[in-house]
């Protein structure tokens, strides 16, 4: 079973960045899919970006332009930067997997707060 472990959240304030991380216990590339989601308070989860192991990459449009998502596989690692942050972007960001390409999102890590200020 993949275990994911998020890194990187805080606060900022509005217009400032901030760069998530997550590491995975096995290889990234194992992984048909990895990405990020998120929930606001009141909200429900919601996708925010995520990458194929072929590299495809989907991004929610309220980030498109202001969040990269990237993968360095030697590391395990994937990232989400976000720039330009604004107050409306403000949840609990979790890493996510759906290990076989099948939609099923099954492995979750813990979760990283990011709190933006206006």
């Known amino acids: 079973q993949v275990h994911l472990a998020e890194f990187g959240g805080g606060s900022v304030q509005a217009g400032g960045s901030l760069r998530l991380s997550c590491t995975v216990s096995g290889r990234i590339l194992d992984l048909s899919v990895t990405g990020w989601y998120r929930q606001a308070p009141g909200k429900q989860r919601e996708m925010v970006a995520r990458l194929t192991v072929g590299e495809r990459i989907d991004y929610a449009d309220s980030v498109k332009g202001r969040f990269t998502i990237s993968r360095d596989n030697e590391k395990n690692t994937l990232y989400l930067q976000m720039n330009m942050l604004k107050p409306e972007d403000t949840a609990v960001y979790y890493c996510?997997?759906?290990?076989?390409?099948?939609?099923?999102?099954?492995?979750w890590g813990q979760g990283t707060q990011v709190i933006v200020s206006s």
């Open positions: 996510a997997a759906d290990p076989n390409g099948t939609h099923r999102w099954n492995a």
